[in-house]
């Protein structure tokens, strides 16, 4: 029998696929698991739905909440049935809920794990913010200068410190970044220290079609262009198998 903890739940496949909801208990029906779910917060949700348990998963990750929270944004302004869209909004209330907590949770938690240096272009913010989410849930400790520089501190000498620090450099290659001369730099600075002393890991992930530099082309990237969460499993088991 499969076992999940009680909480927030996404379906992942099934007519509620992408959904996420609140697994309330579990029953038994002509001999299948089903988990009583909630889409919404169950003190204010007036029924459940009975979800095969093997369609539910404890493991949300950030990208998945905040593809849910448009998802959810849109259908409200598109429906019109009152009580769809009352439905709706509970669900949207439960998400943004979940999403606030996770946010504040993986800035605060203390951990102890793989240090890892995520090298992007500041147009590339928003993706670098959601994979920096993501592997501190999963149990990592990712350096992000937009949340490990504070005011008044030296932003060239702090970087560098991140790096030296990390066990792995993590590369966004896009557009922006493969143009930027200070991305670029770091790049090349980095890839000089792991020749040399072979401490740094170097780990490229593709986020979108460009022209990756020479000097990378030879390494294997994580492709993250079609598949979010596919891209995120990759990125962990890579960091796993070369740790």
């Known amino acids: 029998m499969n076992h999940l903890e009680f909480g927030p739940v996404i379906c992942t496949k099934g007519p509620y696929k992408g959904k996420i909801g609140y697994l309330d208990d579990e029953d038994i029906c ?15 949700c007036s029924s459940f739905h009975l979800v095969p348990i093997t ?8 990208y998945e909440i905040i593809q849910r929270k448009e998802t ?21 209330e439960f998400v943004n809920t979940l999403f606030y907590e996770r946010h504040i949770q993986t800035h ?3 951990q102890k794990g793989i240090k890892l240096f995520i090298s992007y272009s500041s147009k590339d913010k928003g993706f670098a913010n959601l994979l920096y989410s993501d592997l501190k849930e999963a149990g990592c400790i990712p350096w992000l200068d937009e949340w490990d520089i504070v005011g008044g501190q030296s932003i060239p000498e702090e970087i560098e410190k991140g790096i030296n620090n990390s066990d792995f450099l993590l590369i966004l290659l896009s557009n922006n970044s493969v143009k930027s001369n200070w991305v670029r730099a ?6 000089w220290d792991e020749n040399q ?11 979108e079609e460009c022209e ?3 000097f990378i082309k030879h390494r ?7 598949d979010y969460i596919t891209g995120f499993r990759d990125l962990l088991y890579s960091i796993d198998r070369l740790k």
């Open 30 to 44: 002509e001999g299948n698991q089903f988990g009583i779910v909630y889409f919404g917060n169950p003190s204010f």
């Open 55 to 62: 369609y539910l998963s404890n493991e949300i990750t950030m």
């Open 72 to 92: 959810l944004q849109q259908q409200i302004l598109n429906e019109k049935d009152e009580k769809k869209k009352i439905y709706l909004l509970l669900e949207s």
């Open 108 to 110: 605060t938690m203390s």
């Open 186 to 191: 770091e790049w090349e600075s980095t890839i």
């Open 197 to 207: 002393n072979k401490e740094i890991r170097i780990i490229p992930i593709l986020i």
């Open 212 to 214: 990756i530099p020479r």
């Open 220 to 226: 294997k990237y994580i492709d993250f262009r079609k």
